[in-house]
């Protein structure tokens, strides 16, 4: 196996947001501080999503044309009514366990499963030690269109995350708990920040009024959708949340901001209007245009990490064999005849001596030919007769332990145990709940000759099917 260089992480990357009909972008590089070298904020005449892929892709092309960009690396902000959100409280597992348990959460909480979406995870934890995850499901078929579209604009995609989560990074390591809000002319974010992770995270499309000959945003009802979001949360989060930040663009948040900030103050929050989308130094400040997009926050959260959270970028296969064959090909065919003419050389002098060592070797078998076939046959009598004379009833004992591990408490069946070469063993049925199934995991791992228990699956929630193995290691202890 070739070892590919690691990938140099990039000094300079496009930002751009992509929600409504609305393009925003902003070209930034890395050198010390960060420097906003280009930017640009237009209308679309075709929707990202509903239009066709390649001529939204030609028309963000002549877009950025126009405006001098020629960065080809991006960083993307998906729109947060693209996402889909779950959250569950998460018991006390071994962590190769949480994966499969959020499987099964999402499971039950999406309309569908990893089939039909692209599924990240942000974990919370309360000062009592409890914790709980946010599952975040955006749907392939949207991904892959967003794609499509950037592929035709000629653009290469480093990172797929969303708007609001982007600006809410700013500052969040010394804030236990953080309100954020986004406000833009075509609609309204909000996400809660508590504990190391994403709380809740909403889309407030009603809050905004597009259809009025004045544009105007309710804080009435902005204010109750955020006093029922805050009161759904656990307890535990609602009581560190007393820091709203709030993002507000264009003329309809002039008037917006007063009223909002009043309401929160009543509901015991201390609220901050942001000037800009990221805390990061810049050698010169943002436009006014530009300064509060989340397009800006991501690019400059990526630049100064590398990384951003949650991620929805489809994994890439690097191209090395491509690469390897590319350079290949473009040796000079007379270097080429020379080696070949040296290689022929070379195997004609190892055949020789090949032919030679073959000789002496058959002349070293004929002499002792009749012991090995003498030890051959004994070793045959010695397998065939083996199992006979075993006396630790292996598959027995198996069946035991496995019949031990069911729990008293609950219910749990099994349909269907297949055991292999005496160590390898396959077990299917159906427990009554997952409390249940997690208490037949934990008996088996307490045993000490159940080895590299794996699951391999597991379906529902009440019933839960599941299929697990594991490998039996018999203990000298036991006289086997």
Same mark, same amino acid.
């Given at each position: ?56 892709? =030609? ?164 204010? =109750? ?50 000037? =800009? ?86 002349? =070293? ?116």
């Amino acid at each position: 196996m070739i070892k590919l260089p690691k990938t140099k992480r990039a000094s300079s990357v496009l930002g751009i947001s992509l929600d409504g009909n609305r393009l925003e972008a902003v070209v930034m590089r890395r050198n010390g501080s960060l420097q906003i070298q280009q930017t640009l904020s237009v209308p679309l005449a075709l929707s990202p999503l509903s239009g066709d892929p390649e001529l939204v892709g =030609r028309e963000i092309r002549n877009h950025l044309d126009q405006a001098g960009i020629r960065e080809r690396r991006c960083a993307v902000c998906l729109p947060l009514n693209w996402v889909l959100t779950v959250q569950t409280k998460l018991p006390d597992l071994p962590e190769e366990d949480i994966a499969s348990f959020l499987a099964l959460e999402s499971e039950r909480g999406f309309p569908s499963g990893h089939e039909n979406l692209y599924i990240a995870d942000s974990r919370v934890r309360v000062a009592g030690g409890e914790q709980y995850a946010t599952l975040l499901g955006i749907p392939r078929n949207h991904i892959a269109i967003l794609e499509r579209a950037l592929k035709a604009a000629q653009l290469k995609p480093l990172t797929f995350s969303i708007g609001i989560t982007a600006l809410a990074a700013a500052g969040t390591e010394s804030q236990p708990g953080l309100l954020t809000l986004g406000i833009a002319p075509h609609g309204i974010d909000l996400q809660v920040s508590a504990g190391g992770g994403i709380a809740a995270l909403r889309s407030l499309d009603g809050a905004l009024d597009t259809d009025a000959a004045l544009k105007g945003i309710d804080a009435d009802l902005v204010a =109750r959708e955020i006093r029922i979001t805050l009161g759904q949360l656990p307890a535990a989060f609602g009581k560190d949340v007393r820091l709203a930040r709030i993002y507000s663009r264009g003329e309809i948040a002039r008037q917006f901001n007063t009223d909002i900030a009043r309401r929160l103050e009543g509901m015991g929050l201390k609220v901050e209007l942001m000037d =800009r989308a990221s805390d990061a130094q810049f050698s010169t400040a943002p436009s006014p245009d530009i300064a509060l997009s989340p397009a800006l926050a991501l690019a400059a959260n990526f630049l100064r990490s590398g990384l951003s959270r949650p991620e929805f970028l489809p994994p890439k296969v690097h191209p090395w064999q491509q690469f390897i064959n590319n350079n290949l090909a473009s040796r000079k065919f007379g270097w080429v005849g020379a080696a070949a003419g040296g290689a022929a050389a070379i195997v004609i002098i190892a055949f020789l001596i090949q032919q030679w060592q073959i000789s002496r070797l058959e002349n =070293r078998w004929h002499g002792m030919s009749a012991q090995v076939a003498e030890l051959s046959h004994a070793q045959d009598q010695i397998r065939r007769f083996r199992p006979w004379y075993d006396r630790s009833f292996r598959a027995m004992r198996i069946m035991k332990a496995i019949t031990e591990a069911f729990p008293e408490a609950g219910y749990v069946s099994a349909k269907n145990l297949e055991i292999h070469d005496l160590s390898n063993v396959t077990c299917s049925g159906v427990a009554r709940d997952n409390q249940s199934y997690l208490a037949l995991l934990a008996k088996l791992r307490a045993d000490s000759e159940v080895t590299d228990l794996k699951t391999e699956m597991v379906r529902g929630q009440a019933p839960v099917q599941f299929t697990l193995n594991f490998q039996w290691e018999a203990n000298n202890a036991t006289g086997n």
